[in-house]
């Protein structure tokens, strides 16, 4: 994080203070490093846990990455050669579907998500195709690799997290893969806009 952001941010924080009121408990003088700011950003929003066991709590409705089939273009990277066996990382891995995809094309999986729901499910299924997956219940803000990885993927994690903690994604998805890695990205449906997605989309 640039220190000319963070300046403008702590700038900003009294009017958040004043607009807040009396439901805004911390002090500007608790305000000293970048990650403060992020915690007391993280504070206003929802806590995401509890949004995603619910979510996946359900398995019966209708949502398309519900179903065990892969992205296409992450078929389509691994039928052109684009990428190869190796390690990849599958961060916000649902129930799984992308991960067992790619193990079973002779990927080492270490899948991760915040839902234990999702793990739960995600798990079971690695189960029923007798296939070996590392899944892990954990933010991806807890992840500290360090060049591990020669594939990380990313189907509909990036565009759930806040603004605010983009960057520090996009810093441990770099830190996580090795020289010459490929990192996919699926995200941003139009409508989204209130996390930041766009109006529409344009090829």
């Not at 390690?87 to 995809?101: A, E, K, T, V």
């Amino acid at each position: 994080m640039e220190l000319k952001f963070v300046n403008k941010m702590l700038g900003e924080i009294e009017a958040i203070k004043f607009n807040m009121g009396r439901h805004f408990k911390m002090s500007i003088e608790t305000m000293k490093y970048p990650e403060d700011i992020l915690i007391m950003l993280d504070s206003l929003m929802r806590e995401p846990a509890p949004f995603w066991d619910y979510f996946y709590s359900d398995r019966t409705k209708g949502i398309p990455f519900f179903v065990n089939n892969p992205d296409e273009n992450l078929v389509s990277y691994i039928d052109s050669g684009i990428i190869n066996k190796g390690r990849l990382l599958d961060l916000g891995c649902g129930p799984g579907r992308n991960s067992i995809y790619t193990a079973l094309n002779g990927f080492t999986v270490d899948a991760v998500d915040i839902s234990k729901e999702a793990i739960a499910w995600a798990s079971e299924r690695a189960k029923e195709k007798n296939i070996v997956i590392n899944f892990e219940c954990k933010s991806v803000f807890d992840l500290k690799y360090v060049e591990e990885y020669d594939v990380v993927y990313d189907s509909g994690c990036m565009h759930h997290l806040w603004p605010h903690r983009r960057i520090g994604y996009i810093q441990m998805i770099y830190n996580a893969l090795k020289s010459r890695g490929y990192f996919g990205l699926t995200c941003f449906a139009p409508g989204f806009t209130e996390i930041g997605g766009a109006d529409e989309l344009n090829d």
